[in-house]
């Protein structure tokens, strides 16, 4: 079973940048998409990005051109690059891997951007 360990919320002003890494762990897996969901306060969960193991990757609209999701595939982790952050990027960030047996979701990590 695969288990998943965030790090790198907190609490940033806008224009600032965060780093969001999700590590997973467990044996006998193999990870197909690795991405990252957010939940603001109010709203439903939605897709941030996501990383297939070839190597393409899709964003939400509003997060193009700011956020940058990398994976290193060695260590079992993805990124979340996030740059020029707004306060509507304020949330709960949800790491996501899916293996060809199961998806499994981090724990969440607190981001919030305000002045």
């Known amino acids: 079973q695969v288990q998943l360990v965030e790090s790198g919320g907190g609490l940033v002003q806008p224009g600032g940048s965060l780093r969001l890494s999700c590590e997973a762990s467990?044996?006998?897996?193999?990870?197909?998409?690795m991405g990252w969901y957010r939940q603001a306060p109010g709203k439903e969960r939605e897709l941030v990005a996501k990383?297939?193991?070839?190597?393409?990757?899709n964003y939400v609209d509003s997060v193009k051109g700011r956020f940058t999701i990398s994976r290193d595939n060695a260590k079992n982790t993805v990124y979340l690059q996030m740059n020029s952050l707004k306060a509507e990027d304020t949330g709960v960030y949800y790491c996501?891997?899916?293996?060809?047996?199961?998806?499994?979701w981090g724990q969440g990590t607190q981001v919030t951007v305000s002045s």
């Open positions: 467990g044996s006998g897996f193999s990870i197909n998409v």
């Open positions: 996501y891997v899916r293996t060809i047996t199961e998806s499994v």
């Open positions: 990383s297939y193991r070839g190597g393409s990757t």
